[in-house]
């Protein structure tokens, strides 16, 4: 029932920046904390950032800490990854999830999340 539309990615060089966004319908939107996934090739699907309801905390894969931000408007059902000093090992699908229920005060299980978008393809050049 819950539609979620990833979009911004794309093609970009080694240290520079993109903005993903990803676009919620459900209308009960404000009570989902929601992800960011991805998968690069060849490897599983990893944890990447995850804000509560109503964006009071924020968790971030070390990877992308410092670099990453997770935000979002309810107002406008979407929730939103700015990424800076993009590097190679950032290529990957990025995907949006939503999970409806809880489970725990931590923000980085797949397997919590009901719902999920289709992807969005980050690619990082040399």
């Known amino acids: 029932q819950v539609q979620l539309v990833e979009s911004g990615g794309g093609l970009v060089q080694a240290g520079g920046s993109l903005r993903l966004s990803c676009a919620t319908s459900?209308?009960?939107?404000?009570?989902?904390?929601m992800g960011w996934f991805r998968q690069a090739p060849g490897k599983e699907r990893e944890f990447v950032a995850g804000?509560?309801?109503?964006?009071?905390?924020?968790q971030y894969a070390d990877s992308v800490k410092g670099r990453f931000t997770i935000s979002r408007d309810n107002a406008k059902n979407t929730v939103y990854l700015q990424m800076n000093s993009l590097k190679l090992e950032d290529t990957a699908v990025y995907y949006c999830?939503?999970?409806?229920?809880?489970?725990?005060?931590?923000?980085?299980?797949?397997?919590?999340?009901?719902?999920w978008g289709q992807g969005t393809q980050v690619t990082v050049s040399s």
């Open positions: 804000i509560s309801t109503h964006g009071a905390t924020t």
């Open positions: 999830a939503a999970r409806s229920r809880y489970y725990s005060n931590s923000y980085n299980r797949l397997s919590d999340y009901d719902y």
């Open positions: 459900g209308r009960t939107f404000s009570s989902y904390v």
